[in-house]
Nanobody
Framework: QVQLVESGGGLVQAGGSLRLSCVAS????????MGWYRQASGKQRELVAR???????TYADSMKGRFTISRDNTKNTVYLQMNSLKPEDTAVYYC?????????????WGQGTQVTVSS
């Protein structure tokens, strides 16, 4: 059984910052890519950023320069530092990870954490 648990969401004023964390736990052999996605009300889920096990990073264009993704392989944790937040960043943020267990490789999702940016 593998679980991803996010934390760090909340309400912040425009221009503020938040740091999200996501911890993977369970019968994990190895974690490949870890990433963050978001889904605003009435919109499709979109990539925010992702990082490979060797720390190669991809950002969505609209997040470059404001968001920073990082991971700690020793803690099976991925972080998302969000600065200069805008009201349009309001969404549910989901953690995603490609995880190898004893039986398979598959993608897992966290339950999501709400980020609300007020103007």
């Amino acid at each position: 059984q593998v679980q991803l648990v996010e934390s760090g969401g909340g309400l912040v004023q425009a221009g503020g910052s938040l740091r999200l964390s996501c911890v993977a736990s369970g019968s994990i052999s190895s974690i490949l890519t870890m990433g963050w996605y978001r889904q605003a009300s009435g919109k499709q889920r979109e990539l925010v950023a992702r990082v490979t096990s060797t720390h190669n990073i991809t950002y969505a264009d609209s997040m470059k320069g404001r968001f920073t993704i990082s991971r700690d392989n020793t803690k099976n944790t991925v972080y998302l530092q969000m600065n200069s937040l805008k009201p349009e960043d309001t969404a549910v943020y989901y953690c995603n990870a490609d995880i190898i267990t004893a039986l398979t490789l598959r993608g897992y999702w966290g339950q999501g954490t709400q980020v609300t940016v007020s103007s």
